[in-house]
Nanobody, 122 residues
Framework: QVQLVESGGGLVQAGGALRLSCAAS????????LGWFRQAPGKERDFVAA???????YYADSVKGRFTISRDNAKNTVYLQMNSLKPEDTAVYYC????????????????WGQGTQVTVSS
């Protein structure tokens, strides 16, 4: 069982930056693949980024070059550094965890945080 708690969301102007954090419980954190997803009002939940248990990273095309996912296994935490934010990045951001391999579809993840709101003003 893994519990996830996100933090770090907020309101930022276009071009600004935010860093999201997701703290996890559980003794086998380093064996999980971790992902960030986002959901805008009236839209489906979309893949943003993921990191495998050995540190390989994956990104949606829309955020490549602007967002960076990282993990600190000693702190049981995954981060999402978001730079050059755009109004279209506005959404609730969720972190998620699954055993073993990275997947980019939400229904492949077993554990979810409660979400944190990110709002980018133009």
């Amino acid at each position: 069982q893994v519990q996830l708690v996100e933090s770090g969301g907020g309101l930022v102007q276009a071009g600004g930056a935010l860093r999201l954090s997701c703290a996890a419980s559980g003794r086998t954190f380093d064996t999980y693949a971790l992902g960030w997803f986002r959901q805008a009002p009236g839209k489906e939940r979309d893949f943003v980024a993921a990191v495998s248990s050995n540190g390989d990273t994956y990104y949606a095309d829309s955020v490549k070059g602007r967002f960076t996912i990282s993990r600190d296994n000693a702190k049981n935490t995954v981060y999402l550094q978001m730079n050059s934010l755009k109004p279209e990045d506005t959404a609730v951001y969720y972190c998620a965890a699954r055993m073993r391999l990275v997947r980019t579809t939400p229904n492949n993840y077993n554990y979810w945080g409660q979400g944190t709101q990110v709002t980018v003003s133009s």
